[in-house]
């Protein structure tokens, strides 16, 4: 079992850029794929990002395909969302995620079996 705990979210103004870290517990965080979805004020959770276990296969939604980034430091057991030329409509809670399947359905969020609190970030226009 991983606890996930979530940090770096906030006020950002459209167009900066905003790091989010996901840091876990309990268990190698190289054992899991993790993804990043988010949710916005009264619209479903949406994927945003996936990362496997070894950092190589990375796949984003098309909304945020070329702002931002997914990485992985798995001797620091924490994953990352780096997020520029941020905009309003990025406004939302942040969840991070983690699979113990493969690297299939990852943009599916039945597929993730543990999943951190959630940060805030707010983009004002």
């Known amino acids: 079992q991983v606890q996930l705990v979530e940090s770096g979210g906030g006020l950002v103004q459209a167009g900066g850029s905003v790091r989010l870290s996901c840091a876990a517990s309990?268990?190698?965080?190289?054992?899991?794929?993790m993804g990043w979805f988010r949710q916005a004020p009264g619209k479903e959770r949406e994927f945003v990002a996936s990362i496997g276990r070894a950092g190589i296969s990375t796949r984003y939604s098309d909304s945020v395909k070329g702002r931002f980034t997914i990485s992985r430091d798995n001797a620091k057991n924490t994953v990352y969302l780096q997020m520029n030329s941020l905009k309003p409509e990025d406004t939302a809670v942040y969840y991070c995620a983690a699979s113990s399947r493969g690297y299939i359905d990852v943009g599916v969020e039945n597929v993730y079996n543990y999943w951190g609190q959630g940060t805030q970030v707010t983009v004002s226009s």
């Open positions: 309990g268990r190698a965080l190289g054992s899991y794929v």
